[in-house]
């Protein structure tokens, strides 16, 4: 079983500032990794697929990177409606389906 | 414009059966797979499993004795059952729409209270 392990829980920065995000898988999965946004009352929003690809309409200050078992989310100058928490979520198999890490919370300082 | 509209009952009483069902409109309804996705209070998001036009399924193997999913490729519409519902089943409920790429495509989203 492939677990997804996102780091730090929370990370609280100001608007204008970088934010680095890590999702860790415990065995490769490849490039087969995407990146959500979810904000309360909201729906879940794909921001990143394989690993690297801006879903469509997506700000270019989200940019993905990594491959195998590290993956990074970085927003490059956080917005004010950039505030969420984020979700990385791997497929490296059709069988076995989806899995989510835990989320990492981007707070405002 | 791809939309997914769901619906089902929103308040349950432990053991009974959760039912929710997604109506897609727009795009192709083949070559994609139907999740169902749901986020319990204060918690992530837990992917419970998903369906084919074909009818192929897949379940999250911690749910997978309690779910069953259907479709109806006439109506465009793909269905959840969950037996033997308890609290650690309340949660907001979601379809989307899956791909090698991920969920692109979201419902609304429902809120299932279990409770007696």
């Known amino acids: 079983e492939i677990v997804l392990t996102q780091s730090p829980a929370t990370l609280s920065l100001s608007p204008g500032e970088r934010a680095t995000l890590s999702c860790r898988a415990n065995?490769?999965?490849?490039?087969?990794l995407a990146w959500y946004q979810h904000k309360p009352g909201q729906v879940p929003r794909l921001l990143i697929s394989?690993?690297?690809n801006r879903a469509t309409g997506i700000p270019a200050r989200f940019s993905g990177s990594g491959s195998g078992t590290d993956f990074t989310l970085t927003i490059s100058s956080l917005e004010p409606e950039d505030f969420a928490v984020y979700y990385c979520?791997?497929?490296?198999?059709?069988?076995?389906?989806?899995?989510f890490g835990p989320g990492t919370r981007v707070d405002i300082k | 414009q791809v939309q997914l509209q769901q619906w089902g009952a929103g308040l349950l009483k432990p053991s009974e059966t959760l039912s929710l069902t997604c109506a897609v409109y727009?795009?192709?309804?083949?070559?994609?797979?139907w999740s169902w996705v749901r986020q319990p209070p204060g918690q992530g998001l837990e992917w419970i499993g998903e369906?084919?036009?074909?009818?192929?399924?897949n379940y999250n193997p911690s749910l997978k004795s309690r779910i069953t999913m259907s479709i109806d490729t006439s109506k465009s519409q793909f269905s959840l059952k969950m037996t033997s519902v308890t609290a650690a089943d309340t949660a907001v409920y979601y379809c989307?729409?899956?791909?090698?790429?991920?969920?692109?495509?979201w419902g609304q989203g429902t809120l299932v209270t279990v409770s007696s």
């Open positions: 989307a729409r899956g791909s090698a790429a991920g969920l692109r495509y």
């Open positions: 727009g795009g192709s309804f083949s070559g994609y797979y």
């Open positions: 369906i084919n036009h074909s009818g192929s399924t």
């Open positions: 065995q490769s999965v490849d490039i087969y």
């Open positions: 394989d690993a690297s």
């Open positions: 979520q791997q497929r490296s198999n059709w069988r076995s389906g989806f899995t």
